[in-house]
């Protein structure tokens, strides 16, 4: 079997030269690597006690909604300003969440697919702290070390499943 590395089809020089595009649709197309990328996910999160699953639109949604799922906790998206029907709380790069979504005192895990320089999932934590939520950890798929994402996610439990040195 292979290893989750080796669904991860990688693009040099995309979007601009020096960098290496990690594609995350790559593993989604092959069900083993689907399995894999969420198995992998869950694995970081078996000794974490926690109530909700936050994840990004969109590929937080197509990580965090099978681990929720499978771990039988909710999920809720963070969705671009202005999609969202019902009252709402705003952050920087456009991001909302229902008003309602978090509930003070509860323990809020984010899920995404990928940290660059971390300034969405940053975002991400002020609404739900701004809601009275705590981020008890933050788990990504792919992280991009070489771009000190987690710099601004320091004072957070963060964990990669693949991790990749350069950008």
């Given at each position: 079997m292979?290893?989750?590395?080796?669904?991860?089809?990688?693009?040099?020089?995309f979007?601009e030269?020096?960098?290496?595009?990690?594609?995350?649709t790559?593993?989604?197309q092959?069900?083993?690597?689907?399995?894999?990328?969420i198995n992998?996910?869950?694995?970081?999160?078996?000794?974490?006690d926690f109530?909700?699953?936050?994840g990004?639109?969109?590929r937080g949604?197509?990580?965090?909604?099978?681990v929720?799922?499978?771990?039988k906790?909710a999920?809720?998206?963070?969705?671009k300003?202005?999609?969202?029907?019902c009252?709402?709380?705003?952050?920087?790069?456009?991001?909302?969440l229902?008003?309602?979504s978090i509930k003070?005192?509860?323990?809020v895990?984010i899920?995404d697919?990928?940290?660059?320089?971390?300034?969405t999932i940053?975002?991400?934590t002020?609404?739900v702290?701004?809601l009275g939520g705590?981020?008890v950890?933050?788990?990504?798929?792919?992280?991009?070390?070489?771009?000190?994402?987690?710099?601004?996610?320091?004072?957070y439990?963060?964990?990669?499943?693949?991790?990749?040195e350069g950008k």
């Amino acid at each position: 079997m292979k290893k989750l590395e080796d669904y991860v089809r990688s693009i040099p020089d995309f979007p601009e030269p020096g960098i290496i595009f990690r594609d995350v649709t790559s593993v989604l197309q092959e069900a083993d690597g689907l399995q894999l990328s969420i198995n992998g996910i869950m694995d970081k999160l078996k000794d974490v006690d926690f109530d909700v699953v936050v994840g990004p639109e969109s590929r937080g949604f197509i990580f965090g909604v099978p681990v929720a799922y499978n771990m039988k906790k909710a999920f809720v998206p963070v969705r671009k300003k202005g999609k969202l029907p019902c009252e709402t709380i705003s952050m920087e790069y456009d991001l909302e969440l229902h008003k309602d979504s978090i509930k003070p005192g509860q323990k809020v895990v984010i899920i995404d697919d990928l940290i660059a320089t971390g300034g969405t999932i940053e975002a991400i934590t002020k609404l739900v702290e701004q809601l009275g939520g705590e981020v008890v950890k933050i788990v990504f798929l792919m992280e991009l070390a070489g771009l000190d994402g987690r710099k601004k996610l320091a004072k957070y439990d963060v964990d990669s499943v693949i991790r990749y040195e350069g950008k």
